[in-house]
């Protein structure tokens, strides 16, 4: 899986997404967001940061599971706004608060 960056200085989408050359400053401010995914998920999203980061053949393999959850989270944020709003960030929401926990059903 070669060519994939997910460390702080890859140039490739996941490493830009994360900082990688030629990415504009953010303000270095992070906040925890609410999230929940299974167990299942949670334990297999770990297995796969820690096995890319034991992969020999892997360029850059995640600093962390946050950045790797950051970087994939941002490449589906973009992944929406092409898709649905031309590739332009969608408008700020009009109450900034989010309805949090967990998901119905």
Do not use: H, W
């Not at 960056?5 to 990415?23: E, Y």
């Not at 970087?71 to 309805?99: H, I, S």
């Amino acid at each position: 899986m070669s060519g994939m960056p997910f460390g702080n200085t890859g140039g490739g989408v996941l490493g830009k997404l994360i900082g990688g050359p030629g990415v504009p400053e953010q303000s270095g401010k992070k906040e925890k967001i609410p999230a929940y995914i299974s167990a299942e998920d949670l334990d297999r999203l770990r297995n796969t940061v820690v096995a890319l980061q034991r992969t020999p053949s892997v360029d850059e393999p995640p600093v962390s599971l946050s950045a790797f959850v950051a970087a994939a989270v941002m490449l589906a944020v973009e992944e929406a706004e092409e898709t649905y709003n031309g590739g332009r960030p969608f408008p700020a929401r009009p109450n900034q608060k989010l309805k949090t926990g967990p998901p119905v059903g």
